[in-house]
């Protein structure tokens, strides 16, 4: 029942907002070890590195909601979308493009 709960609320995640539209270029030198890594750790980790929560705190937990992420959070020449990180954290638009980058080359 919980993972049911889990699924439906990335399922609405992923409804609500609109991917950023972003585009791996053929020169992306963007990494987990030196991109990844640190935005989940400065931006998401306070909340989804539990258990309670939508988990991300792994590159495959990542990887597998790539999809909400980028309509969550990430920016692109389709959108800039700015619902996550709830709070006080800020994100700047250049991080979110490469965040929008990143997972369009499939988070390596």
Sequence with gaps: MKKLFLVLGFLAIGCSG?????????????????FGRQFFATYCDRCHASGTRP????????????????????AGPSAVNTAMPQGSTTVSEAARRQLGEWLACGAP
């Design 55 to 74: 988990a991300l705190s792994t590159l495959a937990l990542i990887r597998a909601n790539s999809t909400a992420i980028d309509s969550e959070s990430a």
């Design 18 to 34: 609109g991917g950023s539209g972003a585009t791996c270029p053929t020169n992306s030198t963007l990494t987990y070890d030196n």
